[in-house]
């Protein structure tokens, strides 16, 4: 590489202008770099990259997940090898998307390192990335990023041939893994950076059409961010349910469903903190109410996810839990959620739009309520009958009926009546047709009775 080659390269990425900060001129040229690597149509291999990461770090840090995977140990007694393993299957797919996103041969990139290296960082480093390290190689940060992971891989594959994995040992690799990337500038704007323009757009006419028409400029903008996040939900949900589709050990989807966790968290905070007093500036009460209904609708089905089906997940002591059952359950509410507030919130802005027109194959649960209740009834009328003549109908037809019933339509239920549901499921099938089973089959009994008044009220 010659002197004039390195000398040209700063042209290639802006102007020199004295007066840009070195935090701009970074972002410039990491838009740049996005920019090659749309060119290079390689958009979809960077979105998964930085999902992972962002999965990753959700995964290392979330004490939801440490405190369902160890609901049922003892301090003395936590084995932390499932974290090793985990990672172990995620960083592998890392590794393979860092090789598919680093274009270092390419006479641009090289170029372009040197660029950094002599143009910014070394002037800069003292005072406006003081995260970063105080010395650096031309050598690809992507490819030494790619070397420490296969190393920590390894590592964390021999870890867990032993016989525990203490706590002290996972935190040191959760040290060693955040040290690298702190060492990797590009790395570190990725997962930093909320939203990247050229990878999150909205395309749904509909929705576009919608944000276009508010005319006052700053309450657009926080309605398109809005649905940016929306949108960002269901694309991680549909994101989880191809690898689940794919995937034989499913153990790596947890770190995606902690993203997904917090990327509906990052909606309600949004909403919070920031959307909610522009909506009531700007729309009428009823309008902001019917927002505010939204959420709280979703929020039940966030309760449904994490409180209600996701413990499933790590519950030993339930023999009766399918493992990918219970994730594809998630996908499937997710779904359905977050498709209805992306309707229902589209709808107080337009009331023509319709989820028909925003989603392919797209059915409300108000759509499939005529069917819910049709089968709430065919199951109330069977305990009827089973009161009335109990010789004719054996314990075991009513919980084949619950069982079809929690296969076909229980989703289709608001968390509360959804967790009610399955509490007199579960005391049920533990009755064992003792004279326990009775009662509780007459408390249940009323329980769809008060459930088919509330649906054919609401729905």
């Given at each position: 590489?010659?002197?004039?080659?390195?000398?040209?390269?700063?042209?290639?990425?802006?102007?020199?202008?004295?007066?840009?900060?070195?935090?701009?001129?970074?972002?410039?040229?990491?838009?740049?770099?996005?920019?090659?690597?749309?060119?290079?149509?390689?958009?979809?291999?960077?979105?998964?990259?930085?999902?992972?990461?962002?999965?990753?770090?959700?995964?290392?840090?979330?004490?939801?997940?440490?405190?369902?995977?160890?609901?049922?140990?003892?301090?003395?007694?936590?084995?932390?090898?499932?974290?090793?393993?985990?990672?172990?299957?995620?960083?592998?797919?890392?590794?393979?998307?860092?090789?598919?996103?680093?274009?270092?041969?390419?006479?641009?990139?090289?170029?372009?390192?040197?660029?950094?290296?002599?143009?910014?960082?070394?002037?800069?480093?003292?005072?406006?990335?003081?995260?970063?390290?105080?010395?650096?190689?031309?050598?690809?940060?992507?490819?030494?990023?790619?070397?420490?992971?296969?190393?920590?891989?390894?590592?964390?594959?021999?870890?867990?041939?032993?016989?525990?994995?203490?706590?002290?040992?996972?935190?040191?690799?959760?040290?060693?893994?955040?040290?690298?990337?702190?060492?990797?500038?590009?790395?570190?704007?990725?997962?930093?950076?909320?939203?990247?323009?050229?990878?999150?757009?909205?395309?749904?006419?509909?929705?576009?059409?919608?944000?276009?028409?508010?005319?006052?400029?700053?309450?657009?903008?926080?309605?398109?961010?809005?649905?940016?996040?929306?949108?960002?939900?269901?694309?991680?949900?549909?994101?989880?349910?191809?690898?689940?589709?794919?995937?034989?050990?499913?153990?790596?989807?947890?770190?995606?469903?902690?993203?997904?966790?917090?990327?509906?968290?990052?909606?309600?905070?949004?909403?919070?903190?920031?959307?909610?007093?522009?909506?009531?500036?700007?729309?009428?009460?009823?309008?902001?109410?019917?927002?505010?209904?939204?959420?709280?609708?979703?929020?039940?089905?966030?309760?449904?996810?994490?409180?209600?089906?996701?413990?499933?997940?790590?519950?030993?002591?339930?023999?009766?839990?399918?493992?990918?059952?219970?994730?594809?359950?998630i996908v499937i509410i997710c779904d359905m959620a977050i498709k209805e507030l992306i309707e229902a919130t589209a709808q107080v802005f337009d009331p023509q739009v319709s989820g028909g027109t925003i989603f392919e194959?797209?059915?409300?649960?108000?759509?499939?309520?005529?069917?819910?209740?049709?089968?709430?009834?065919?199951?109330?009328?069977?305990?009827?009958?089973?009161?009335?003549?109990?010789?004719?109908?054996?314990?075991?037809?009513?919980?084949?009926?619950?069982?079809?019933?929690?296969?076909?339509?229980?989703?289709?239920?608001?968390?509360?009546?959804?967790?009610?549901?399955?509490?007199?499921?579960?005391?049920?099938?533990?009755?064992n047709f003792s004279d326990d089973f009775d009662v509780t089959l007459k408390s249940f009994h009323s329980f769809i009775t008060t459930l088919l008044k509330g649906l054919v009220k609401g729905q």
């Amino acid at each position: 590489m010659t002197g004039k080659e390195i000398e040209n390269i700063s042209e290639y990425f802006y102007s020199r202008d004295p007066q840009m900060s070195a935090e701009d001129k970074w972002q410039t040229v990491f838009q740049q770099w996005v920019n090659r690597i749309e060119e290079k149509k390689l958009l979809l291999s960077l979105y998964e990259l930085k999902l992972w990461l962002e999965s990753t770090e959700a995964f290392f840090s979330s004490r939801f997940l440490e405190s369902q995977i160890f609901r049922f140990s003892t301090a003395e007694l936590r084995n932390y090898s499932i974290y090793l393993n985990t990672f172990t299957q995620v960083s592998s797919r890392i590794i393979q998307l860092l090789k598919e996103v680093d274009f270092k041969k390419d006479k641009f990139l090289l170029n372009f390192e040197e660029f950094i290296v002599e143009e910014i960082l070394e002037i800069y480093t003292s005072k406006s990335f003081p995260t970063f390290s105080d010395t650096y190689s031309p050598e690809s940060w992507f490819s030494s990023l790619r070397i420490f992971l296969q190393n920590l891989r390894h590592l964390c594959s021999e870890l867990v041939k032993g016989d525990v994995v203490t706590q002290r040992t996972f935190s040191s690799i959760k040290k060693l893994y955040h040290k690298e990337l702190t060492l990797n500038p590009i790395i570190m704007t990725l997962i930093k950076k909320r939203f990247i323009p050229k990878m999150d757009k909205i395309y749904q006419p509909d929705i576009s059409r919608i944000i276009s028409r508010i005319e006052e400029k700053d309450f657009r903008r926080q309605i398109g961010l809005f649905f940016l996040f929306a949108f960002r939900v269901m694309k991680i949900n549909n994101f989880i349910e191809s690898n689940l589709n794919r995937s034989r050990n499913i153990d790596h989807i947890i770190p995606l469903i902690l993203a997904l966790k917090r990327s509906q968290e990052n909606l309600y905070t949004f909403h919070d903190n920031l959307l909610r007093e522009h909506i009531l500036a700007h729309l009428t009460k009823k309008q902001a109410g019917a927002i505010q209904a939204i959420l709280e609708d979703f929020k039940q089905e966030y309760q449904k996810i994490f409180e209600g089906e996701l413990p499933n997940f790590f519950d030993t002591q339930q023999e009766r839990a399918d493992r990918r059952k219970v994730l594809k359950n998630i996908v499937i509410i997710c779904d359905m959620a977050i498709k209805e507030l992306i309707e229902a919130t589209a709808q107080v802005f337009d009331p023509q739009v319709s989820g028909g027109t925003i989603f392919e194959n797209y059915i409300s649960r108000k759509e499939k309520s005529g069917e819910v209740r049709a089968r709430l009834s065919r199951l109330h009328a069977k305990i009827n009958d089973y009161f009335s003549r109990k010789e004719h109908i054996p314990p075991s037809d009513i919980l084949f009926d619950l069982n079809l019933f929690i296969e076909t339509d229980l989703n289709q239920l608001q968390y509360k009546d959804w967790n009610e549901f399955l509490y007199f499921y579960n005391h049920l099938t533990e009755a064992n047709f003792s004279d326990d089973f009775d009662v509780t089959l007459k408390s249940f009994h009323s329980f769809i009775t008060t459930l088919l008044k509330g649906l054919v009220k609401g729905q």
